[in-house]
């Protein structure tokens, strides 16, 4: 959501008016699905056996504290590919993770891009990640119009460096957005998004934690795509000067964030 609200706000407000009033919002893109807040035959299922607050529609905001513009954004859009079981949810935190198959979705969904993924290092030897591969990512987060979902492990400076020195990549348990980098050499930063503020890590700590680099090149983007794709460059380069000049706080997980 953080990427489309800052690419393309003005598809991302519609979105928005089209989902708290008509429960449904189609971006038009070729095989994307419709991204909707109702929940279809399973929703009768959850009315009958009193499931109600599984319903994203009816889930109590309070207990869960999120405004309705970000619940209804984020958890229309994760319900959108399809409960992968009867009782599936996105009001479940364990039906909350991301997987590659979502990613895809949401991208093909959202920015109308495929086949984006520049590489997935997980169950690979760890540390045989290929500098050519890393600096490909390095180089992508240079440009001025590329933005980075990334599939990385966070977690406190213990299991951090556990997940580092094992014998073969793990598997993420968190999606950040990589926007850009600051400085050069061993002292080079890599600025990050995720829990609504960017972070700084420095990018050869960084490098060992992701298992999982996309690619949204929104001024290629804009090329292969129909009239109706309205994207802001100008918007993007601009975040990514403006957050040159600021010392943002260091990417430190914590117990329980994973998943948020």
């Not at 008016?17 to 009768?44: P, Q, S, V």
């Not at 198959?101 to 997935?120: A, D, G, I, P």
């Amino acid at each position: 959501m953080f990427i489309m609200a800052i690419a393309m706000p003005g598809e991302y407000a519609a979105m928005l008016l089209h989902l708290f009033c008509k429960g449904e919002f189609d971006t038009k893109n070729k095989g994307a699905k419709i991204i909707t807040a109702t929940e279809n035959w399973t929703t009768k299922f959850k009315e009958l056996f009193d499931q109600s607050k599984r319903l994203i529609c009816r889930t109590p905001l309070c207990e869960k504290e999120i405004k309705a513009v970000d619940w209804m954004s984020m958890s229309a859009v994760r319900n959108s590919p399809g409960d992968y079981w009867f009782w599936g949810s996105a009001t479940d935190r364990d039906d909350q993770g991301t997987s590659d198959f979502h990613l895809q979705v949401y991208q093909q969904t959202l920015f109308n891009s495929e086949r984006n993924l520049m590489f997935n290092w997980a169950g690979q030897v760890n540390q045989n990640l290929p500098e050519s591969e890393w600096q490909k990512v390095i180089q992508a987060a240079q440009n001025s119009y590329t933005l980075l979902p990334i599939a990385m492990y966070v977690g406190d400076f213990s299991s951090s460096t556990k997940f580092a020195e094992e014998e073969k990549r793990g598997n993420s348990n968190h999606i950040v957005v990589l926007l850009g980098t600051n400085g050069i050499g061993q002292q080079q930063d890599c600025l990050i998004w995720t829990w609504a503020d960017i972070y700084r890590m420095q990018c050869s700590g960084f490098r060992k934690l992701v298992t999982r680099v996309y690619k949204l090149d929104f001024q290629d983007l804009v090329k292969n795509n129909d009239p109706h794709f309205l994207v802001d460059l100008d918007r993007i380069k601009e975040l990514k000067s403006w957050m040159k000049q600021f010392p943002w706080p260091p990417l430190v997980g914590e117990v329980g964030r994973e998943f948020t």
